[in-house]
């Protein structure tokens, strides 16, 4: 049984359940897995367990609505605040981690109606315009404020915009290192130029492979000792730090989009499956959610497991459009599973089935082709005048095959359409307007390297910054 498997709350068992949370892996019931329970720091610092698991929280605090409801129109970094306040209490002071908060979050979050009842949730106004700026920026932040003054070093495989997200957050940072993987043909010409122009204490390599080679080469230099001194971390969304942020925005649409306190329904574009798990907890927590979409580009083996009962991940992955969620084995697919009774092994084996009746009755996952984006971008800006990039588009399309219902719902829009100006240009004949986010690419010296798509390669590299 899932170690937070069913609804829970801090009021419905009493006191007792009033320990500080704990992690726990999820590989904790196989053989050799490890049963510890670790704080937030160690969680965050570690990245991966040592047993090859992702960390899960040990129990979930409740949220409190009614509280929630009364201070609707609060910003976005105070909804932040109230939200994540149980996950780091006794880690940092309520006065230091609201000023964290506020530092994270300093651009606004904008709720776009769109018609009776549908609205889109764009994620896109951070300082690299994609919605890994919410989770990266907390994270970052979370980790400079726990990190004793120890160096440490950060690896993150990215299939587009998360490397960029996670490199601007920790440039500058004092203390860290931060080492990007990315598959050098699966990314457009903008999110490369991003990518390769982070620099100082950032350095880019473009992947001769794709996004699960960077992910796999990722996971296995976590689990190598000779690696030790590095002390590594991972900002990918294998790190629970880049989870619990991302459960605040549906909170945060929740509060803005239903007056009645009603639930509500998203769909998410997904790739690896840390956005929608962020709603997953905000679900747990009690944020009443009528219906959770897992969209997916051509990579369609979660809705094919939700449908089957057997998991049969995609390697290669398919190259799309919506290049970020190219991914043949969400790593975060292992969380789903754990939550409902079952174990998902690092290389993609089920040892113990979850309960499937029970998981798709709460999640539904849609596979939208490359054919049915590029329709949906042309029409909703034919017919609406709203512009949408790749992975906006398989949310919308995804919610409007299931029958465009229940509202209200909110679909999100994870990048700006600017980072993807060559498919806008070639669809509707005009390219986007960039974000000011793109002008401080201008002045900056590329900082990339090519590496070979094998593990030998990148230890050996890593190994060179050990000296």
Request: neutral net charge; contains cysteine; aromatic residues 8%.
């Amino acid at each position: 049984m899932s170690v937070i498997g069913r609804e829970s709350s801090e009021t419905a068992d009493g006191a007792a359940r009033r320990h500080p949370i704990r992690y726990v892996s999820t590989h904790r019931d196989l053989p050799g897995g490890r049963r510890e329970a670790v704080d937030l720091a160690t969680a965050l610092q570690r990245g991966l367990a040592p047993d090859g698991g992702l960390y899960l929280p040990d129990r979930l605090p409740a949220l409190d609505l009614d509280s929630l409801t009364r201070r609707r129109s609060d910003p976005y970094w105070r909804v932040a605040q109230t939200v994540l306040a149980p996950f780091v209490e006794g880690v940092l002071p309520p006065r230091d981690f609201a000023a964290l908060c506020a530092e994270a979050y300093n651009f606004e979050v904008p709720l776009e109606p769109v018609d009776d009842g549908l609205w889109l949730l764009r994620l896109d106004r951070g300082p690299t315009a994609s919605f890994k700026d919410f989770a990266a920026r907390w994270m970052a932040r979370m980790l400079r404020a726990m990190g004793g003054g120890t160096p440490q070093t950060v690896l993150v495989a990215t299939s587009g915009d998360t490397g960029s997200a996670v490199g601007e957050a920790f440039r500058d940072v004092p203390g860290f290192r931060v080492f990007i993987l990315y598959p050098r043909d699966e990314v457009s010409e903008v999110q490369r130029r991003q990518l390769d122009r982070i620099g100082a204490n950032v350095m880019a390599f473009a992947v001769e492979g794709t996004f699960d080679d960077c992910q796999a080469m990722v996971k296995q230099a976590f689990l190598d000792p000779a690696l030790a001194p590095l002390r590594l971390t991972s900002a990918n969304s294998i790190n629970v730090g880049r989870i619990l942020p991302q459960a605040v925005y549906y909170v945060y649409a929740w509060l803005r989009v239903c007056a009645d306190g009603g639930p509500v329904a998203f769909s998410v574009p997904s790739g690896n499956l840390g956005n929608s798990f962020g709603c997953e907890l905000a679900r747990r927590m009690g944020l009443p959610v009528s219906r959770l979409i897992l969209a997916v580009n051509e990579n369609d083996e979660v809705p094919r497991f939700l449908a089957t009962g057997r998991y049969e991940p995609i390697v290669p992955s398919r190259a799309c459009l919506s290049n970020a969620m190219n991914v043949g084995h969400p790593s975060n697919l292992a969380r789903y599973v754990d939550l409902y009774g079952g174990v998902l092994t690092r290389d993609g084996r089920l040892e113990r089935l979850p309960q499937m009746g029970e998981m798709c009755r709460r999640l539904e996952s849609v596979s939208v082709s490359d054919t049915e984006t590029v329709e949906c971008i042309r029409r909703w800006w034919r017919e609406r005048r709203v512009l949408l990039e790749p992975h906006g588009a398989v949310g919308v399309a995804a919610f409007e095959r299931l029958g465009g219902q229940p509202r209200p719902a909110v679909c999100l829009e994870t990048a700006h359409p600017a980072k993807f100006p060559e498919v806008i240009e070639r669809e509707l004949g005009f390219s986007p307007d960039p974000p000011a986010a793109f002008e401080r690419l201008a002045g900056r010296a590329p900082a990339v390297e090519p590496l070979p798509a094998s593990y030998e390669a990148l230890r050996a590299r890593l190994q060179r910054e050990m000296g």
